[in-house]
């Protein structure tokens, strides 16, 4: 089972980035998923979530109206699109899937079952 992320890069400040997360040998409409984040000499925090079919999605208040999670079951895969982006967003992107029963808010990363291996999204002048 493998969740592989990209998309990160460099950009400015103010300028917008799409990461991306792709599932093989896992069926991701079984599963709702969500991005978690972990700069340098920080704990990981989760960023955004989104429902199993894609009808709820859920975000930490910082990023509300910046960035946007968004899934294709069909392809496979999910994505965050992150606008407005910021000095403090610089951080290594990670996706992970939970499976669709687990209750609960989306935030504890002890619920995930499946983990990518993140993308470096830096936001620098």
């Known amino acids: 089972v493998q969740l592989q992320a990209s998309g990160g890069g460099w950009v400015q400040p103010g300028g917008s980035l799409r990461v991306s997360c792709v599932a093989s040998?896992?069926?991701?409409?079984?599963?709702?998923m969500s991005w978690f984040r972990q700069a340098p000499g920080k704990e990981r925090e989760w960023v955004a979530g989104?429902?199993?079919?894609?009808?709820?999605?859920h975000y930490v208040e910082f990023v509300k109206g910046r960035f946007a999670i968004s899934r294709d079951n069909a392809k496979n895969t999910v994505y965050l699109q992150m606008n407005s982006l910021k000095y403090d967003d610089t951080a290594v992107y990670y996706c992970?899937?939970?499976?669709?029963?687990?209750?609960?808010?989306?935030?504890?990363?002890?619920?995930?079952?499946?983990w990518g291996r993140g993308t470096q999204v830096t936001v620098s002048s």
């Open positions: 992970a899937a939970r499976n669709k029963d687990q209750s609960g808010s989306y935030n504890n990363p002890g619920d995930y079952v499946h």
């Open positions: 040998e896992l069926t991701l409409s079984r599963y709702d």
């Open positions: 989104i429902s199993y079919h894609g009808r709820y999605t």
